[in-house]
């Protein structure tokens, strides 16, 4: 019997990906890889569309700073069933704009069954700031962190949460020009970069899984959204996808913990088969642990890094420039291709219309 053939899919936040920089428009990339492999492992980026969502049983939800532990060996997962998810809200959001978050975490647990814990204010606001950097890449900063990790522990030791999505108040005047441009499917997404900010955060304190959804105020009508921003357009709150996500999401198994006993279903970054990238954003630290290629006399082989041309970001991080084993592809549909012939045991150039001659080895 083979093993689970195992892909990951990476679409870094906030660096303005043609695909997956917008409103979750990286999900049908997603649902895609599903059908080939019995394991997609995929982060909040890809799999969050605001209000839109689409179950896949065979996908784990990794938040981003957990995927880098879990790519380096550090971490491993482990699936469940389900998650108790626990709400940190940030004190700096207005009555009003909270109580539509809470009825939307009443919604998910009333339609779709959800196990939320009660929710938790934190003790001061979190004051989230938005930055760009030089190369169009955004990010951010909290003036109080120390708020956002007593909250999450509040959750976890009294309310017994075991995912922890935090629902922060981000700036409604962040830069018009920039924002205009992402909703018209041109620009980066100006509060992705902080939101991963709060999100490993908290994963790296507390070592279980953690998401974001931001509370802003809604935008005016523009008939001229594109598509990919249309999802953020829908409503009050992002806060549904990132329930869903959570509730399934893998729990983490640091290596350092001894009294965590290997379970059946357990995955490691050694058994990953395939790995599939923005080409100019191989740069990340999950990228750079399996890109590398492995030792001599390793037993385990590294897995496949495929880095798909078309999907350009605003990052100039070639894996050629880092010296990393890459398979370099057109499109996330010929990345598939790929897959499907490396799931099958098939060599790609047996499928080339021309196959040169073995050589032997040279001395």
């Given at each position: 019997?083979?093993?689970?053939?195992?892909?990951?899919?990476?679409?870094?936040?906030?660096?303005?990906?043609?695909?997956?920089?917008?409103?979750?428009?990286a999900?049908?990339?997603?649902?895609a890889?599903a059908?080939?492999?019995?394991?997609?492992?995929?982060?909040?980026?890809?799999?969050?569309?605001?209000?839109?969502?689409?179950?896949?049983?065979?996908?784990?939800?990794?938040?981003?700073?957990?995927?880098?532990?879990?790519?380096?060996?550090?971490?491993?997962?482990?699936?469940?069933?389900?998650?108790?998810?626990?709400?940190?809200?940030?004190?700096?959001?207005?009555?009003?704009?909270?109580?539509?978050?809470?009825?939307?975490?009443?919604?998910?647990?009333?339609?779709?069954?959800l196990?939320?814990?009660?929710?938790?204010?934190?003790?001061?606001?979190?004051?989230?700031?938005?930055?760009?950097?030089?190369?169009?890449?955004?990010?951010?900063?909290?003036?109080?962190?120390?708020?956002?990790?007593?909250?999450?522990?509040?959750?976890?030791?009294?309310?017994?949460?075991?995912?922890?999505?935090?629902?922060?108040?981000?700036?409604?005047?962040?830069?018009?020009?920039?924002?205009?441009?992402?909703?018209?499917?041109?620009?980066?997404?100006?509060?992705?970069?902080?939101?991963?900010?709060?999100?490993?955060?908290?994963?790296?304190?507390?070592?279980?899984?953690?998401?974001?959804?931001?509370?802003?105020?809604?935008?005016?009508?523009?008939?001229?959204?594109a598509?990919?921003?249309?999802?953020?357009?829908?409503?009050?709150?992002?806060?549904?996808?990132?329930?869903?996500?959570?509730?399934?999401?893998?729990?983490?198994?640091?290596?350092?913990?001894?009294?965590?006993?290997?379970?059946?279903?357990?995955?490691?970054?050694?058994?990953?088969?395939?790995?599939?990238?923005?080409?100019?954003?191989?740069?990340?630290?999950?990228?750079?642990s399996?890109?590398?290629?492995?030792?001599?006399?390793?037993?385990?082989?590294?897995?496949?890094?495929?880095?798909?041309?078309?999907?350009?970001?605003?990052?100039?991080?070639?894996?050629?420039?880092l010296?990393?084993?890459?398979?370099?592809?057109?499109?996330?549909?010929?990345?598939?291709?790929?897959?499907?012939?490396?799931?099958?045991?098939?060599?790609?150039?047996?499928?080339?219309?021309?196959?040169?001659?073995?050589?032997?080895?040279?001395?």
């Open positions: 019997m083979n093993r689970p053939f195992t892909v990951v899919l990476i679409v870094p936040t906030g660096i303005g990906a043609a695909i997956g920089g917008y409103a979750g428009d999900l049908p990339v997603a649902r890889i059908q080939v492999a019995d394991c997609l492992i995929t982060h909040p980026n890809v799999l969050n569309g605001a209000q839109l969502y689409w179950p896949l049983p065979n996908a784990l939800y990794v938040e981003g700073y957990g995927l880098d532990q879990f790519a380096a060996g550090h971490w491993g997962l482990r699936p469940v069933h389900q998650n108790r998810v626990g709400l940190v809200f940030d004190q700096g959001i207005e009555p009003a704009l909270r109580l539509r978050h809470i009825q939307a975490a009443d919604a998910a647990r009333a339609t779709l069954g196990d939320l814990a009660e929710y938790v204010i934190t003790d001061a606001p979190l004051s989230v700031t938005l930055q760009t950097a030089a190369s169009g890449a955004t990010w951010g900063t909290i003036q109080n962190p120390g708020s956002l990790l007593r909250a999450a522990e509040r959750s976890i030791q009294q309310a017994g949460a075991e995912a922890i999505a935090v629902v922060a108040r981000f700036p409604d005047d962040a830069d018009h020009d920039a924002l205009q441009q992402y909703r018209h499917g041109q620009g980066v997404d100006p509060i992705a970069g902080a939101e991963a900010v709060i999100s490993h955060l908290v994963v790296r304190t507390f070592q279980i899984p953690c998401a974001h959804a931001p509370a802003l105020l809604p935008l005016p009508l523009d008939p001229d959204v598509p990919r921003s249309a999802a953020e357009e829908l409503g009050y709150t992002f806060l549904p996808c990132v329930l869903v996500g959570l509730s399934r999401a893998p729990q983490f198994i640091p290596r350092s913990r001894a009294d965590l006993m290997p379970q059946l279903g357990d995955i490691w970054g050694g058994q990953v088969d395939a790995v599939v990238v923005p080409a100019t954003a191989c740069g990340g630290s999950a990228i750079l399996w890109g590398r290629p492995a030792d001599a006399g390793s037993r385990q082989s590294s897995p496949q890094v495929i880095v798909v041309r078309d999907n350009q970001t605003t990052m100039h991080v070639l894996p050629e420039t010296g990393l084993a890459t398979t370099s592809v057109h499109s996330y549909l010929e990345a598939l291709g790929l897959l499907v012939a490396q799931r099958a045991g098939i060599s790609a150039a047996a499928l080339q219309p021309s196959i040169a001659s073995l050589d032997g080895l040279k001395s």
